[in-house]
């Protein structure tokens, strides 16, 4: 069945470091690839989609780009801020439900 | 557009008691997912329904499990004889019928159920 593999956190970072959260997946067929962003107290939020392979998703200066040789849809931002302090999840779409990882915390220190 | 609804917030109940959560998606939204997310873990999928018809089941709803559709618009999910491992935030997503852009659902903030 599909899987997604996500790096453990938590992730501490301190202000205006760069961020990297490594995603890999094993699916069947053509997924499309997601992060969704968990603040505490709220529900998931989506962060950035991909469909296919080689488009790259982006928002809020968070990156990621599908890479299909290598299955992965690893997470990226040049600066965080502390405002960025949530759990993030690598999920992927090939069918009706979405898959997701087990999600990384990102502690973002000033 | 005023999101997904999920009530109550957080529900705790007696280990043996029902409970029932209610979801409202997006209005325009047609189909409707339930999933199940436990702490450490990304949310593990339960059903779907399109419209009124529930189309997709995991294992992972056992028999005391029941969630319903009527009317294509809310949904509900209720739990029988709870158990403490059903203790956990239950959350609802949305999304329209597949388009080019992929399956994109929109989540509520979920129910928490504590089963004491």
């Known amino acids: 069945g599909d899987s997604v593999t996500q790096m453990e956190g938590p992730v501490t970072l301190s202000e205006e470091a760069f961020l990297t959260i490594n995603c890999t997946y094993t699916?069947?067929?053509?997924?499309?690839l997601f992060w969704y962003v968990q603040y505490p107290g709220e529900g998931l939020q989506l962060l950035l989609k991909?469909?296919?392979?080689?488009d790259k998703g982006s928002n809020k200066g968070f990156e990621a780009t599908y890479r299909k040789e290598t299955t992965s849809f690893h997470l990226e931002k040049g600066s965080v801020q502390v405002s960025d302090s949530a759990v993030y999840f690598c999920?992927?779409?090939?069918?009706?439900?979405?898959?997701f990882g087990t999600g990384t915390k990102l502690q973002v220190i000033p | 557009d005023t999101g997904v609804s999920q009530n109550p917030r957080h529900k705790i109940t007696k280990r043996g008691q029902n409970v029932t959560f209610r979801c409202d998606p997006i209005?325009?939204?047609?189909?409707l997912y339930w999933y199940r997310q436990t702490l450490g873990q990304g949310p593990e999928f339960l059903t779907y329904?399109?419209?009124?018809?529930?189309?997709?089941k995991s294992r992972l709803l056992s028999d005391r499990f029941s969630a319903e559709r009527p009317k294509g618009s809310f949904s509900t999910l209720e739990i029988q004889r709870t158990e403490q491992g059903d203790s956990a935030m239950y959350l609802c997503?949305?999304?329209?019928?597949?388009?080019?852009?992929?399956?994109?659902?929109?989540f509520g903030a979920g129910t928490r159920l504590s089963v004491l």
């Open positions: 997503a949305s999304s329209k019928k597949e388009t080019s852009l992929g399956n994109i659902q929109y």
């Open positions: 991909a469909t296919k392979a080689d």
């Open positions: 329904f399109q419209n009124e018809a529930q189309l997709e």
């Open positions: 999920a992927l779409t090939s069918d009706q439900k979405v898959t």
């Open positions: 699916a069947t067929g053509y997924p499309s």
């Open positions: 209005s325009e939204h047609n189909r």
